[in-house]
């Protein structure tokens, strides 16, 4: 059975920082890419971070980057989104993604493109 479990979120003050990780289990997770979304309430979800198998392609969203980094450790079977400089504006549920069927025809920014999904871990910034 898939399964992918986020941890790491909680409540830090604006520019502080989080280190989110996603433990994957029963998949091949180390072959395959792995992305980061967000949604806050009443919104749509919105691509974050993705990362390929080996690592060799990083793809951040334009209000993220420089500030956060996605890594993967795959003996681990684990994906990270370390956060730093966050703004009351990430405060968000955010979610790790699965790409196990390998869709390699749609961006690895469309949430349509990953199939497997975890429950999601709270982010959030005060002011």
């Known amino acids: 059975q898939v399964q992918l479990v986020e941890s790491g979120g909680g409540v830090v003050q604006a520019g502080g920082s989080l280190r989110l990780s996603c433990a994957a289990s029963?998949?091949?997770?180390?072959?395959?890419?792995m992305g980061w979304f967000r949604q806050v309430p009443g919104k749509e979800r919105e691509f974050v971070a993705a990362?390929?198998?080996?690592?060799?392609?990083?793809y951040y969203a334009d209000f993220v980057k420089g500030r956060f980094t996605i890594s993967r450790d795959n003996p681990k079977n684990t994906v990270y989104l370390q956060m730093n400089s966050l703004k009351p504006e990430d405060t968000a549920v955010y979610f790790c993604?699965?790409?196990?069927?390998?869709?390699?025809?749609?961006?690895?920014?469309?949430?349509?493109?990953?199939?497997?999904w975890g429950q999601g871990t709270q982010v959030t910034v005060s002011s």
């Open positions: 993604a699965a790409d196990l069927s390998h869709r390699m025809f749609l961006s690895l920014q469309d949430q349509s493109r990953y199939d497997y």
């Open positions: 029963g998949g091949p997770f180390s072959r395959y890419p």
């Open positions: 990362i390929t198998w080996n690592g060799d392609s990083i």
